[in-house]
Nanobody, 130 residues
Framework: QVQLVESGGGSVQAGGSLRLSCAAS????????MGWFRQAPGKEREGVAA????????YYADSVKGRFTISQDNAKNTVYLQMNSLKPEDTAMYYC???????????????????????WGQGTLVTVSS
């Protein structure tokens, strides 16, 4: 059974930083798409960042480019989201996702490669105060 467990959320002032972690288990961690969505109160869920673990290619939403960095540690089956220069509008519940769960965010060609799993984490809350 695939499990994605997020950690690292919290409260921070604008301009601060947080690092989210997503630990994956229950499958053979190889060439998958791993990434993050977020959902703020009263807003639709939006893709934030994704990484193809088979080659390390990354993808970002325009709203976080230059501030957020997604990375992987294959030895630990873990994906990270380093969030710098945080803004109040980054306040949201952040969810880790794998493969088909990222279908709406990754490029079409990658959807073919990232088709083995369909998993979501429980979410971790990020609150940024002004």
């Amino acid at each position: 059974q695939v499990q994605l467990v997020e950690s690292g959320g919290g409260s921070v002032q604008a301009g601060g930083s947080l690092r989210l972690s997503c630990a994956a288990s229950g499958y053979t961690y190889s060439s998958n798409c791993m990434g993050w969505f977020r959902q703020a109160p009263g807003k639709e869920r939006e893709g934030v960042a994704a990484i193809y673990t088979g080659g390390g290619r990354t993808y970002y939403a325009d709203s976080v480019k230059g501030r957020f960095t997604i990375s992987q540690d294959n030895a630990k089956n873990t994906v990270y989201l380093q969030m710098n220069s945080l803004k109040p509008e980054d306040t949201a519940m952040y969810y880790c996702a794998a493969d088909r769960a990222l279908r709406s965010f990754v490029p079409p060609l990658l959807r073919i490669a990232c088709n083995a799993l369909d998993a979501w984490g429980q979410g971790t809350l990020v609150t940024v105060s002004s």
